[in-house]
Structure formats: C-alpha cells, structure tokens
C-alpha cells in the first residue's frame, strides 16, 4: 500500500525504504492508484516512485518538492495516465525519514 510504507505511523513499516530514499535519492514524483484492479489475482493499492540520484553534492542540497498525483482507479483505461498526471499533480513539501 502507497501510502503505508510512504507515512511514518510508528508501526516500522517502510522505515529502511524511507530512509534509502532520503540518504540516496530525490523523490520526483509519487502516483497512487488507490485500490485498483491492477491485477487479476491480487488485491493491492500500486503506485509509482519516480526517483533521481542527485547529480552533485550541491544538488543534494537542493529543496526540491515532489509532485503528487492521486490517479482515480475508475478512469483507469478510460483516461490518458500521462495526461491526467500532468493536469493533477501537485508540489508536496519534502519530508526526511
């Protein structure tokens, strides 16, 4: 689930990946699909991680904010995901683990 391993609720959960990715990469941007039929035979909640390796020392230092989309899991293949995400994402605050 997205949003589990993405939040700190103190359960552990996600912890060592929240830590990867402030000590080793920027976060770009985060799509949740909420709970969609992505496949057939599972229940889950997918969403995609778009990371970048910081090209400098400098550029680690950069606050860059990740751009967050909630895709609607009933407009999945009835609307153009590259043209939703554009039109729906929104700058979030930068968070460390």
Same mark, same amino acid.
């Given at each position: 689930?997205? %949003?589990?391993? =993405?939040?700190? #609720?103190? =359960?552990?959960?996600?912890?060592?990946? %929240?830590? =990867? +990715? !402030?000590? #080793?990469?920027?976060?770009?941007?985060?799509?949740?699909?909420?709970? !969609? @039929?992505?496949?057939?035979? !599972?229940?889950?909640?997918?969403?995609?991680?778009?990371?970048? #390796? @910081?090209?400098?020392? *400098?550029?680690?230092?950069?606050?860059?904010? @990740? $751009?967050?989309?909630?895709?609607?899991?009933?407009?999945?293949? *009835?609307?153009?995901?590259?043209? +939703?995400? %554009?039109?729906? =994402?929104?700058? $979030?605050?930068?968070? *460390?683990?």
């Amino acid at each position: 689930m997205l %949003r589990r391993w =993405s939040r700190v #609720n103190g =359960s552990g959960y996600g912890e060592t990946l %929240r830590a =990867s +990715f !402030a000590q #080793n990469v920027g976060v770009k941007q985060i799509v949740g699909f909420g709970h !969609a @039929p992505i496949f057939e035979d !599972a229940d889950v909640f997918p969403g995609i991680v778009v990371v970048r #390796n @910081p090209v400098s020392e *400098r550029d680690e230092r950069v606050d860059v904010h @990740p $751009q967050m989309c909630l895709f609607p899991p009933e407009c999945l293949g *009835r609307v153009e995901l590259t043209t +939703f995400v %554009r039109d729906h =994402s929104q700058k $979030q605050p930068k968070e *460390r683990a």
